[in-house]
């Protein structure tokens, strides 16, 4: 077989008979060649997409639960409908130890203040937080350091601020870092300045300072504003939900049945829902792909068909002279998967082009749609055995026509 595809009279019968009719030639392998070039465009295209997502989404801690405390909604054990719900750091540690496939509980509270620096002045959201905030939400850091460890144990008065508070509080190009602010007179150093992101999970955060030293300043003692609950990768975050809240209620002598008392946002089945959205593309977009590729390979088998009624008088003549029907079957076979392979290399180069215009266009900076749109070298070959495949597959319909036809009866038809 191999010295059959390295005989020089094999490809010069290939290629007289594409060149008999150049034109019906091209266009039989235009249906392969824009399927080829759809499946890569779109499957680069979704993949893009995906870079995208992860490049929104990466920071986060994503099979995670915010949990937050309303009012009651049903009586229960003396206490009246309409009870003021306040979660605490007991109940997070709580939940900790008792939850099944917790990771990481995160408390937080926040407040509304004004914030004074010289003359100038701005109200601001305010956070009290732990270090562990920016592994689970990371923050994109311009200058200095996050809040850490001893800030927390020592209830240090050090602030990290966020871009957008730099702008109304500081000069332009002066150095926030060690300088100091005022909030509601208590003086505040800056240690770091953070770039506010496309995307923000929960509140929206322009000052951050130690959750000790915001419990102090505002009097907060064990109470807190929300939770942030992560769970292990291996978990279902929905029913982690479930038995965090379930856990509160009886914490905090709430009917079971209450749906009011405690609100939440679970990060975790949200993105599954954008992942399962991605999956789907890419499946349809394989689907899709392929269902081209085989309409155009069955394009090919047509008129290979044609060219073998064209043929019947040399094929007859091949067969008088002594060749074999597995010879004949061989040479169209090879002729179809000729013809296919040529028109899906040109449709994978011209999908590759499109790719790198997609990413040149639109797949730049930071609010990118299409972030870094390509396809692997897997998938290319995985394309060009499909395409070997179907072109072996179709090639042999027009094949098995060609050795059904008897020499004596093809050398008699006009």
């Known amino acids: 077989m191999l010295r059959f595809l390295f005989d020089q009279d094999t490809w010069q019968e290939v290629f007289d008979s594409l060149s008999k009719n150049k034109l019906r030639s091209i266009l039989t392998m235009v249906g392969v ?34 949990v937050w405390g309303q009012s009651t909604g049903i009586p229960f054990k003396g206490f009246q409908e309409g009870r003021r719900v306040k979660l605490s750091l007991s109940d997070a540690k709580k939940i900790e130890e008792n939850v099944d496939g917790i990771e990481f509980v995160l408390p937080r509270s926040q407040q509304s203040t004004v914030i004074t620096r010289n003359f100038l002045s701005g109200s601001f959201q305010m956070a009290g937080d732990y270090p562990l905030l920016d592994n689970l939400q990371k923050k994109n850091l311009i200058h200095g350091r996050f809040i850490n460890q001893n800030d927390i144990k020592d209830r240090k008065k050090i602030a990290v601020i ?60 064990d109470e807190i504003g929300w939770m942030m609950i992560t769970g292990k990768p291996e978990y279902n975050i929905k029913q982690i939900e479930e038995d965090s809240k379930l856990l509160l209620k009886n914490l905090n002598h709430i009917h079971p049945d209450d749906t009011r008392a405690f609100g939440s946002f679970n990060l975790g089945k949200e993105f599954s829902k ?24 069955f394009a090919i088998g047509n008129i290979l068909l044609i060219t073998v009624k064209e043929r019947t008088k040399e094929i007859g003549l091949r067969r008088a002279l002594g060749a074999t029907p597995f010879e004949i079957k061989r040479q169209i076979v090879v002729e179809a998967v000729f013809i296919t392979l040529v028109a899906g290399l040109f449709g994978i180069i011209s999908g590759g082009w499109i790719l790198i215009a997609l990413d040149h266009f639109v797949g730049q900076g930071e609010d990118a749609a299409i972030v870094n749109a390509s396809v692997s070298i897997a998938v290319v070959f995985a394309a060009l055995l499909i395409l070997v495949i179907l072109g072996t597959l179709i090639g042999l319909i027009p094949a098995t026509k060609a050795t059904s036809i008897k020499p004596i009866e093809a050398l008699r038809e006009e």
Request: aromatic share 16%; charged share 15%.
């Open 33 to 66: 060649w824009w399927g080829i070039l759809l499946l890569i465009g779109l499957l680069g295209s979704a993949r893009g997409l995906e870079n995208s997502f992860n490049r929104l989404f990466g920071s986060f801690a994503t099979n995670s639960v915010f």
């Open 274 to 297: 954008l992942t399962g959205f991605l999956t789907g593309m890419q499946f349809l977009t394989w689907f899709v792909g392929i269902a081209t590729l085989i309409a155009g390979v």
């Open 162 to 221: 966020s871009e957008e508070a730099y702008k109304q509080l500081f000069e332009i190009d002066e150095d926030p870092i060690g300088k100091y602010i005022d909030v509601n007179g208590i003086v505040f150093k800056v240690v770091g300045m953070f770039e506010v992101g496309n995307v923000n999970m929960g509140p929206s955060t322009d000052v951050h300072i130690p959750f000790t030293t915001f419990q102090q300043i505002y009097n907060r003692g």
